[in-house]
């Protein structure tokens, strides 16, 4: 079959209605992972979606158990058709957020698909059902276009725990590992840089939260009485704070920086204009680290936030002192960051600057990670994208976000490609979350066709990374 003709035959497949239908029904299981009493709607998903999507193809189904949180278990699918075949590894997550049903506006429903204005709204039509399905949903028509065979070997891995940061994933893949040796990771999930531009990425920033607290004394003392004669916590906190990162916004403390984007880098981002679309916020272009543009800012560089801060009572303000204050700070970073000596480099940094008083607690993170951009894996991806879409695809060295793709791309030792089938105004993890009808059915366009040229020439294409790899193809 010509390829054109395949992708055609999927169009017209989903403009049948077929796969609104199909995500309807998996939108309909409220699979919100974050509530302890939907358990049984996190296992309906694996039964009444995932595994018939699977078994539809010929692969093994095998539910596996969670080392860390046993009420979210993994999935594992597995298809071979030759181990002389390259093998891709895929993944989904099945779970959402909190539905948060009484927000959502009128006549909509986190758990009914709703078609308006050219948009799908329900809970997780773009986080991550509707992205995973258009995914199944190509490999399904590669599948039954080559009467029953792929042109590859896949294993995919579905959980049921990201909107509660993955717990387990780590071992899992540890574990299986041997079962999950693959070539190449292909896999959806994030926004697009923009809802007319399709998008390649090759990993994510990192992510480290940390509570900074000062705890003066016990009680609170009347600032009549005891002002000018004891320290304020409040005050000395966002001193503290403004310490590591100045009112504009840049970051003060060298060890928290990465290394100078490199030319590769910023040729890469020169082609990258975010946040233009029409229901994105104004962005201050002073604000971040100077010199620097808003790509360069967002996709190779690091972010400093104050997520939250506390002194006092902020609902009752009193006329006292109060004796502690606590914040909680968030570091977004790129590959090459010192990240996991951040909590040494926070207390050097606060000690010389005259805050001995500021614990650093409750350190926890995840790596960033980014695949070679130079790659022929990237440069076959982005070709195979152009095909499809009449907009030139975007290539981003890294989410600006965070996603579990250390565990792909660090414990599985993978080339990571993500293909987003959303765009950043979807309300993801809000009400009224959405996906546009028209990048669901481009993003069955782009799949397929990956899908399908992976089986063409997939051999050909692993070859010459390797080659890349060990030096041998510039």
Known sequence: MATQQ????????????????????????ASESQRSDRDDQLLRYYHEAFIPAFREMGFRTEIIANPVNAARPFLLASYEEDPALPTVMCYGHGDVVFGDDARWGEGLSPWTLVERDGNWYGRG?????????????????????????????????????????????????????????????????????????????????????????IHARDKDYHSGNWGGLLSNPGTQLANAIASLVDGKGEIRIPALKPPALTPALKTILADITPARGQHDPATDPQWGEPGLSAAEKLFGWNTLEVLSFLTGNPAQPMNAIPGQATAVCQLRFVVGTEWSQLQQALRAHLDAHGFPMVTVSEVRGTPATRFDPTDPLVHWALDVMAQSSENKPALLP?????????????????????????????????????????????????????????????????????????GGEQ
């Not at 949903?137 to 029953?148: E, I, S, T």
């Open 6 to 29: 395949l992708i055609a035959q999927a169009l017209a497949w989903f403009d049948s209605g077929h796969f609104k239908n199909m995500l309807a029904s998996r939108v309909a299981i």
């Open 125 to 213: 039509t773009a986080d991550n059902k509707g992205q995973h399905s258009v995914n199944l949903a190509a490999l399904a028509q590669v599948y039954h276009a080559r009467n029953g065979r792929l042109g590859f070997n896949c294993v995919w891995l579905c959980e049921m725990g990201e909107e509660m940061s993955s717990p387990g994933l780590a071992e899992v893949c540890q574990q299986l590992k041997p079962r999950l040796k693959a070539d190449l990771f292909i896999a959806s999930d994030g926004p697009r840089l923009s809802a007319d531009r399709p998008t390649l990425f090759l990993g994510s920033r990192g992510c480290v939260n940390f509570r900074l607290t």
């Open 398 to 470: 890294n989410l600006g976000g965070s996603l579990p793709n250390d565990v792909f791309a660090g414990i599985l030792g993978l080339p990571t490609l993500w293909v987003p089938h959303s765009y950043p105004a979807c309300g993801q993890h809000a009400p009224d979350e959405h996906l546009p009808v028209a990048i669901a059915r481009e993003g069955l366009a782009i799949m397929t066709r990956l899908f399908w040229d992976l089986g063409e020439q997939g051999q050909d294409l692993l070859v010459r990374h390797h080659q890349h790899q060990s």
